[in-house]
């Protein structure tokens, strides 16, 4: 409690406080409780009364309890899973109704989570760009009041089956998610139809309270209606549905999952089981079942094997009945067979559809087809419309779902890669993407400057970095650059930093310049293997010309291709990131390292030398070195850094992922940055004009220490200086390469 | 229908341009050659074209060096015959002396509808597109972005400034000048170039001497020297809005 | 004659293009020189007072219907037929959607040479030469006007166009030609740019933008600075190919040309094809961070500084001054 608590967990317990006691609280008393001045608490006092019902009287503060309905004390545990479950919702959703939305945001604020919180703006964001959602809001306010209050609703309600605009007069008992799929139901005994009936919420057009108040009859058996409901269309009898399961693999997630509560499962001689249940109408269990793809066929009843059939045969795929009837390999399955000959691609077989991917993917909510989404449209056999969509570029091949997949699935280097190169070669890419390949062609670097310009960079350092072909001797270190380093303006100031690194570790270096290309790492991930390989032949040859003990370079992703994708095509050298190099060398590094640095340094792994390549404790060995430095970690760090949105072509993507999502991955990152250094972090959007006063606004706030965000890649420092620019609060944050700091503790 | 796309390509002004000793010509050394932005265009305009109304597109280009990549990726793209000119296009080949080659070929092939990019930034003696249709005795419009064939004529989009266009009509055969074709050409993956060159075979013909009358050749080539440069303000920005509002005042503005 | 220097005319429904000034201006700056006769050559139905404020010695007027509209197939008939009759020493076209389609076709027709690109003439040894501009503007290609007979193509920004202008009429011939026949091109109908809310090339103050904006998000900076400065916003091409703003905001080639009171450059490197458009601004003050940046060849004040940081100080300090 007290400092370095944020505002919204102090809002938090302010609330906690002035519902606890129907005496209440003054001013005084409540800023020494939560340890901050008057006017700090006069403030959140006025904000929290926009939530919550603050009453005063003679100066004291309280929240009735009675107002307050929703008075629920969590956990943080307890947060978490309605916070998740919430995001299942959400993900489902294709309206978002603001109750969900400012829910979320309750949720996300009580785990105090700046990613979280700026996920649920994002969908806010988002949500501003979809169908009218005021008309819903409305609809569903007043449901809700007829669902407390027990006043009886007059809805008019959109037909399924025949279209026509009915309306009724409902007494609502219940409302209750699907199973499967994106609708909300509302349950209630329809005066009209004198019976119980289910409405789903998205059909209904218009609700109206009426004068009419109803007692809720204490017999009403609503959850054996709902054993049988599956999603709800009309139906009055009871149908068996008999499903057939023949792979055991799959069989075994069957047979382990609960998907009905009616449901039994058998288990068939040869490993398979057949699932049975009674339901009220068989066809809401269609997309369920189009979702096993060949895996599940339908036994029983004829209209639904009669269905499946049908829609088996539009797109082209396998019959359901039990003779292989011969036919043509539809692009689905040529596609899947294709990402399992991938190294350990057949593991896309045991896909549980667990949907850890797409929860961790940190722009998966972005896309129409997620990671999980894809695998299932791909056992739908129906791939093409994953391709039809451009979802697959807001995928920044960070490897977080790799990481995370309990199967196991190549997700990263295999679907995601080679969805993208689908995208590429039916010529789907947004331009700035198609600028950066074709500059990539063309010039051997994506910024489409000219080659012979690669190391102007290093022109006047004293002493002279040496280039390869002028030098015409071995070397010890062959520094491979890269492209950033060798022609962006910010990043070239690592270049020379590094340069004033090696030189007073007297290393013996030469750079490749002019002969040097693209390592083409970031463009092999956007889907474009032939000029990933025709850059590494070309790199190939260039190495082949010199001697050199090993390669190093600055360059996660280099380091990435250098190590294990060159050699495949028999260009093998020892290869070390910088960080390794340098670590190597603590001996004679610590010593030079005299000037003192006093900050607050939080580290960046960089999702292609952490999460790829397991690095993550040299970058911390070497900031630890320097003198003066507090290391902090950031609430995503190591495993599960978050990436800065760089990667798999996210560099040439930005404008194309700002349109789609308000935000962007390395502004989430800057929060964290901040608030892991002990400051406040306000991550909601701030009004254009306070942004920008960068200079004025750190000398007011006349910080103790420095605050530094430091990386060791270098998409990190032009992407998180832009990103500090547009957070609030970000101001005072300097973004620093691990050898720019270095070679500030170096006296000169 | 036929399309016949005839394409050059130009120095890629990404390289610094360098004159040579005599100060009459480019420096060779370096310079990279591209195809001409416009005639990329042409080829997207066609392949879009022959996609609508069937047919055929071939494209014709001059031996240049680095010219077999260009030809490749345009079959990559759609392209159904690419034929190469064989001769000596190393010096100076201005548009004069292309048109007349190209014409020669264009006549035995008879052609009904031919795009081309509507000019090209090495060009001193003016695009070839209508020199070529001098030649060929066939109707030119230039500054084209758009093309719509019916029975015997095409209708096409004429750009003039401010954005405003024209519709013109013109009977075939004839050349269009294209300004930019109603699709940007999309991204060609080098796996699909690779393919191309794998299966395509490019036709060569051997053309006529180049005669260049018609151009002229410059007595001097050089780098246009700067003018007054601006005033430039220092400080930070405290300092230079300042002072911008100060020039603002002087004008009268406020 | 011989040493006349012939200017074909442009215009376009009804309205003369700038571009015919620059020309008749190189000619009239080139026959002080040479002595010789400036002709201003006009084709169109009923377009005759179209002429009244050209800086030419004499109009050679061609009336005919098929000739109302820009058709190239009717111009190049009757204009073959003039300049044989005439054999100027120099015939001028613009370099646009007009010139650059007949220059070529005469070029091969009257087997005379063509010179495209031109951006001024200047008299050496007596023999005129032109001065051309290619790659994009970065080489200047400077040569002798071949005799007997050379046709020109121009761009603007050699001269004022204001040159070109005379208070007094010309003097204006009818002539006689063979009428145009066997027509192969037509005009259907004109197309019109789509409707915004303003005019960029009526307004005195304009806020130009260029990549150097970087987001989309950055518009709100710079349309700030275009409210405090009561002026409005435009672009360089990259900034409306992307869609951030309409085509009708673009400055440039292929956009609108301007000649506002202030024109603030900012983020724009100064390409040929943007600067184009602007150049005869009456104030440019330019803001990039990029020192070479060829904009500041053509701005009076230059700062080298991220617009992105000038931007909100600006717009304060302008505010500020309004209302003190």
């Known amino acids: ?748 | 229908m036929d399309i016949f796309v005839p394409v050059k390509l130009v120095p890629d002004l990404v390289e610094e341009l360098e004159i040579d000793n005599s100060g009459t010509s480019l420096d060779r050394t370096f310079l990279r050659l591209m195809l001409n932005e416009f005639d990329e265009h042409a080829i997207q305009e066609a392949i879009l074209l022959k996609n609508r109304i069937g047919g055929q597109v071939i494209v014709i280009a001059p031996d240049y060096d680095g010219v077999d990549d260009v030809l490749y990726t345009a079959v990559a793209r759609g392209v159904d015959r690419v034929i190469k000119l064989n001769g000596d296009f190393e010096g100076d080949v201005n548009s004069h002396a292309l048109a007349r080659i190209i014409a020669a070929k264009l006549k035995k092939f008879d052609p009904d509808l031919v795009l081309t990019g509507v000019q090209a930034h090495d060009s001193l003696d003016g695009p070839v597109g209508a020199l070529l249709s001098a030649e060929l005795g066939i109707p030119y419009v230039g500054y084209v972005s758009k093309v719509r064939m019916s029975e015997g004529k095409c209708t096409v989009s004429k750009e003039y400034p401010g954005g405003l266009m024209a519709e013109m009509e013109v009977v075939l055969p004839a050349i269009l000048g294209i300004q930019a074709a109603e699709e940007p050409p999309g991204y060609i993956a080098i796996s699909k170039i690779r393919q191309a060159m794998k299966g395509a075979t490019i036709e060569e013909l051997d053309s006529d001497e180049l005669n260049c009358s018609g151009g002229v050749t410059p007595s001097r080539m050089y780098q246009p020297e700067v003018g007054e440069k601006a005033t430039m303000i220092d400080g930070e920005e405290d300092a230079i809005a300042e002072r911008i509002v100060e020039v603002l005042k002087e004008r009268g503005i406020f | ?324």
């Open chain 1, 1 to 748: 409690m007290g400092r370095g608590m944020s505002k919204a967990s102090r809002l938090q317990r302010l609330e906690e406080i002035l519902l606890s006691s129907s005496r209440g609280h003054t001013i005084k008393e409540l800023a020494d409780v939560l340890e901050v001045h008057r006017t700090t608490v006069w403030r959140d006092i006025n904000e929290l009364s926009l939530q919550a019902p603050v009453q005063e009287s003679e100066n004291r503060y309280f929240i009735d309890r009675k107002e307050y309905l929703s008075s629920i004390r969590l956990s943080r545990g307890e947060s978490l899973m309605l916070y998740l479950a919430l995001r299942k919702m959400i993900r489902q959703q294709s309206h978002l109704p603001p109750m969900m939305v400012m829910a979320m945001e309750k949720l996300s604020m009580a785990l105090r989570h700046p990613s979280s919180v700026q996920l649920a703006e994002s969908i806010q964001g988002m949500k501003n760009g979809q169908l009218s959602t005021v008309e819903l809001a409305r609809i569903w306010e007043v449901l809700v009041q007829g669902w407390i209050e027990r006043i009886t609703v007059r809805i008019t309600y959109q037909e399924i089956q025949t279209s026509v605009v009915e309306e009724y007069e409902v007494q609502p008992y219940q409302f209750e998610p699907t199973v499967q799929g994106e609708g909300v139901f509302l349950i209630g005994h329809c005066l009209s139809h004198e019976a119980l009936r289910t409405f789903r919420v998205d059909r209904i057009l218009s609700a109206a309270l009426t004068t009419k108040r109803f007692v809720r009859p204490k017999d009403i058996v609503i959850d054996s209606m709902l054993r049988h409901l599956w999603g709800i269309w009309y139906g009055e009898e009871l149908t068996r549905v008999r499903l057939r399961f023949k792979d055991p693999e799959v069989a075994e997630q069957v047979r382990k999952t609960l998907w009905l509560p009616s449901q039994k499962v058998r288990d068939l001689e040869g490993g398979g089981v057949e699932w049975s249940a009674r339901v009220r109408d068989v066809f809401e269990l269609v997309p369920w079942i189009h979702g096993w793809g060949s895996d599940c066929e339908v036994i029983e009843p004829n209209e639904l094997q009669e269905r499946m059939i049908e829609l088996k045969k539009n797109h082209g795929g396998v019959t359901m009945t039990v003779i292989d009837v011969p036919r043509e390999v539809t692009f689905s399955e040529a596609f899947y067979q294709s990402l399992q000959e991938v190294l350990d691609g057949e593991r896309i077989k045991v896909c549980l559809q667990c949907s850890s991917c797409s929860g961790i993917c940190p722009l998966g909510y972005a896309m129409e087809y997620h990671p999980r989404k894809m695998i299932s449209a791909l056992r739908a056999e129906i791939f093409d419309a994953v391709l039809d969509t451009d979802s697959v570029w807001m995928c920044v091949s960070c490897y977080a779902c790799t990481e995370v997949c309990p199967a196991k699935i190549p997700l990263t280097d295999g679907l995601m890669t080679r969805t993208k190169e689908e995208m590429l070669m039916a010529g789907n890419v947004p331009k700035e993407l198609q600028d950066a390949l074709e500059n990539s062609q063309r010039y051997g670097n994506p910024l489409g400057e000219s080659p012979r310009k690669r190391a102007d960079w290093a022109k006047g350092l004293k002493p002279e970095v040496t280039i390869m072909a002028k030098a015409d001797r071995p070397v010890d270190v062959l520094w491979f650059v890269g492209d950033y380093p060798s022609y962006h303006p910010r990043v070239q100031k690592i270049s020379k930093a590094f340069c004033k690194v090696l030189a007073a570790l007297g290393v013996d270096f030469g750079i490749l310049g002019p002969e040097e290309a693209s390592d083409g790492d970031s463009q092999r991930m956007a889907g474009e293997n032939g000029l990933f390989e025709m850059l590494a032949i070309k790199n190939g040859k260039a190495f082949s010309k010199y001697h050199f003990n090993e390669i190093i370079t600055t360059d996660p992703h280099a380091y990435n291709a250098l190590k294990h994708k060159y050699p495949e095509f028999g260009i093998s050298y020892p290869v070390r990131h910088y960080t390794e190099f340098l670590v190597d060398r603590m001996e004679d590094l610590k010593p030079l390292l005299k000037k003192q640095i006093d900050a607050t340094v939080t580290f960046h792994d960089p999702c292609y030398l952490g999460r790829v390549n397991g690095i993550y404790e040299e970058p911390r060995m070497l900031l630890q070195a320097i003198p003066g430095v507090e290391l902090v970690e950031m609430s995503h760090n190591r495993e599960n850094s978050l990436c800065c949105g760089g990667g798999g072509g996210g560099m040439w993507l930005d404008g194309f992922q700002w349109e789609k999502t308000q935000t962007r991955l390395s502004e989430w990152r800057v929060c964290e940055a901040v608030e892991a250094s002990g400051a406040e972090v306000d991550v909601r959007r701030p009004p254009i004009k306070e942004k920008r006063r960068r200079g004025l606004q750190a000398e007011e706030e006349k910080l103790p220490t420095k605050r530094i965000l430091a990386g060791a890649c270098p998409y990190e420092a032009p992407r998180f200086e832009d990103a500090v620019k547009m957070v609030e609060k970000a101001n005072h944050l300097e973004v620093k390469d691990i050898a720019e700091l270095l070679a500030e503790a170096m006296e000169d």
């Open chain 3, 1 to 324: 004659m011989e040493n006349d220097i012939f200017v074909l005319v442009e215009h376009l429904r009804g309205e003369v293009s700038e571009i015919t000034y620059v020309m008749l201006a190189a000619a009239r700056d080139l026959a002080a020189e040479t002595d010789a006769r400036v002709v201003a050559v006009l084709l169109g139905q009923g377009a005759e007072k179209l002429a009244n404020d050209f800086a030419a010695d004499v109009v050679l007027y061609a009336d005919h219907e098929a000739l109302k509209g820009f058709i190239s197939d009717a111009y190049l008939q009757v204009l073959e037929n003039i300049l044989q009759d005439h054999s100027p020493r120099i015939a001028i076209f613009g370099d646009t959607s007009i010139g650059a389609d007949i220059a070529g076709c005469l070029s091969v027709k009257l087997g005379s040479p063509l010179v495209s690109g031109c951006r001024s003439f200047t008299m050496e040894d007596g023999k005129p030469k032109f001065i051309s501009q290619i790659y994009g503007g970065k080489i200047m290609a400077k040569g002798e006007v071949p005799s007997p007979t050379c046709l020109v193509t121009m761009i603007p920004g050699g001269y004022k166009p204001e040159s070109g202008k005379s208070t007094s009429s010309p003097e204006i011939n009818s002539i006689t030609f063979p009428e145009p026949t066997g027509l192969r091109v037509s005009l259907n109908q004109y197309v019109e740019p789509e409707i915004t809310d303003v005019d960029i090339s009526k307004e005195p103050v304009l806020v130009a933008i260029g990549r150097g904006i970087g987001r989309e998000d950055n518009i709100e900076l710079a349309e700030e600075l275009a409210d405090a400065l009561g002026g409005v916003l435009c672009a360089s091409r990259p900034v409306v190919d992307q869609g951030w703003l309409s085509t009708s905001r673009m400055v440039g080639k292929s956009g609108k040309s301007v000649k506002p009171s202030i024109y603030l450059a900012m983020g724009i490197s100064g390409a040929p094809e943007h600067v184009e458009g602007m150049s005869d601004s009456e104030l440019i003050i330019a803001v990039n961070t990029d020192p070479a940046a060829p904009i500041f060849d053509v701005a009076q004040y230059g700062a080298e500084i991220d617009l992105l940081d000038l931007l909100p100080v600006l717009t304060e300090k302008i505010e500020a001054a309004k209302g003190g």
